[in-house]
């Protein structure tokens, strides 16, 4: 569950970059630069984002507002572009463990979750 976020994808400057344009802001007016997973130790959306982009295969990540930059090998985008779009679009999605707000992700942050209902299909 939660509201998944449209993109719109584009090929950067270079062959190793990808820029995906969301439709909300993903950072206040701060650019959130990512080198490596080792930067990416908090548990705000930009934080969580990148983690997961790293765990694909990316090799950097800038976010800024509502603009996310991945750079990665070249030879790598045509099965990773499918990916990154995916793990953007679900980054709010509030089930499972993977989601970037499990209840141990929240506990992180202070927060004792409320139980939630299962999803329905």
């Given at each position: 569950m939660g509201q998944e976020i449209t993109i719109t994808a584009r090929a950067g400057a270079s062959d190793g970059v990808r820029i995906f344009d969301t439709n909300r802001s993903l950072t206040g007016m701060e650019i959130e630069r990512y080198r490596s997973v080792d930067a990416t130790t908090g548990n705000r959306p930009p934080?969580?984002?990148?983690?997961?982009l790293f765990d694909l295969g990316a090799t950097r990540v800038t976010v800024y507002s509502n603009v996310v930059t991945v750079e990665a090998p070249s030879d790598r985008w045509a099965a990773l572009e499918p990916q990154v779009?995916?793990?953007?679009e679900h980054l709010f999605g509030f089930y499972g463990e993977d989601a970037g707000w499990s209840d141990e992700a929240l506990r992180d942050l202070g927060v004792e979750p409320y139980p939630r209902p299962e999803p329905q299909k």
């Open positions: 934080d969580v984002l990148a983690r997961r779009t995916e793990a953007i």
